[in-house]
């Protein structure tokens, strides 16, 4: 480390403060406004697709009111520069987008992070509370009950107490790992019996019903047992379905 600082260029001394074996230097406005308007994207799960698919799906899906520029990153994902910062606060705000059966995973390229060899894990997806009671409908309640499932963020729909919000269900936004298994359903302390209560997911793809992660069809599960067949599985999973009926979709 040392020896790659003492062999750093004259130039860059002049420009720099150096603090101990750490250089500051100064950031530029534009950089960061090119920044500001900057995506990262990674299809999930992966197809083959070349950058003229990646065009097509940013216009079809995105339908962006001015330019978008299209480029690589080095974890495999794709980088989109918008034109103007409204069209993308629009896609970061929408979704989740689709790419054929395959997700488009964005999240905004961050100011100071080196991040671009990380990988995208995560979606925003909207998701119903089905069968909450509703003695514990409002927002504090529905935030908790939700929060196993993932980050809970802000929505411009608030929970009125006592109501649901659309139809029977209330719906709230929130951000999936998609490194965790999908959580579906619980059983909610109630006056009498505890009351079944669980979650539909909005625009979900390919989850897998052994282990619950998405991005996969259960015959393609790796946590399946070796040897096992198809049928016994199948009836496995029809069993636990008996004992705490998962629907997610
Ligand atoms: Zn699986």
């Given at each position: 480390?040392?020896?790659?600082i003492?062999?750093l260029?004259?130039?860059l001394a002049?420009?720099a403060t150096q603090l101990g074996s750490v250089y500051e230097l100064?950031?530029?406005?534009?950089?960061?406004?090119?920044?500001?308007?900057?995506?990262?994207?990674?299809?999930?799960?992966?197809?083959?697709?070349?950058?003229?698919?990646?065009?097509?799906?940013?216009?079809?899906?995105?339908?962006?009111?001015?330019?978008?520029?299209?480029?690589?990153?080095?974890?495999?994902?794709?980088?989109?520069?918008?034109?103007?910062?409204?069209?993308?606060?629009?896609?970061?705000?929408?979704?989740?987008?689709?790419?054929?059966?395959?997700?488009?995973?964005?999240?905004?390229?961050?100011?100071?992070?080196?991040?671009?060899?990380?990988?995208?894990?995560?979606?925003?997806?909207?998701?119903?509370?089905?069968?909450?009671?509703?003695?514990?409908?409002?927002?504090?309640?529905?935030?908790?009950?939700?929060?196993?499932?993932?980050?809970?963020?802000?929505?411009?729909?608030?929970?009125?107490?006592?109501?649901?919000?659309?139809?029977?269900?209330?719906?709230?936004?929130?951000?999936?790992?998609?490194?965790?298994?999908?959580?579906?359903?619980?059983?909610?302390?109630?006056?009498?019996?505890?009351?079944?209560?669980?979650?539909?997911?909005?625009?979900?793809?390919?989850?897998?019903?052994?282990?619950?992660?998405?991005?996969?069809?259960?015959?393609?599960?790796?946590?399946?047992?070796?040897?096992?067949?198809?049928?016994?599985?199948?009836?496995?999973?029809?069993?636990?379905?008996?004992?705490?009926?998962?629907?997610?979709?």
């Amino acid at each position: 480390m040392d020896r790659q600082i003492a062999e750093l260029g004259e130039e860059l001394a002049q420009h720099a403060t150096q603090l101990g074996s750490v250089y500051e230097l100064n950031i530029e406005p534009e950089t960061l406004d090119v920044v500001a308007r900057t995506l990262r994207g990674r299809i999930f799960p992966r197809i083959q697709v070349n950058e003229d698919n990646i065009k097509t799906f940013v216009w079809n899906a995105w339908n962006p009111t001015t330019g978008v520029e299209v480029d690589h990153d080095d974890s495999g994902g794709w980088v989109f520069i918008f034109d103007k910062e409204e069209d993308m606060q629009r896609v970061l705000n929408g979704g989740p987008w689709f790419i054929h059966l395959s997700w488009m995973l964005i999240a905004k390229w961050r100011e100071g992070l080196v991040w671009e060899k990380i990988k995208l894990w995560h979606q925003n997806l909207w998701v119903q509370l089905i069968n909450a009671p509703r003695s514990h409908i409002f927002e504090k309640n529905c935030k908790l009950l939700v929060s196993p499932v993932g980050r809970v963020l802000d929505s411009p729909y608030s929970v009125s107490p006592g109501k649901p919000s659309r139809g029977r269900a209330i719906r709230m936004r929130v951000e999936l790992d998609l490194r965790k298994p999908l959580f579906c359903d619980f059983f909610l302390k109630n006056t009498e019996k505890p009351t079944w209560t669980r979650f539909a997911y909005d625009g979900l793809t390919k989850l897998c019903f052994y282990c619950g992660l998405v991005g996969h069809q259960w015959k393609k599960c790796k946590q399946l047992p070796p040897g096992v067949p198809h049928e016994e599985v199948i009836k496995e999973m029809e069993n636990r379905s008996l004992e705490a009926p998962g629907e997610c979709m």
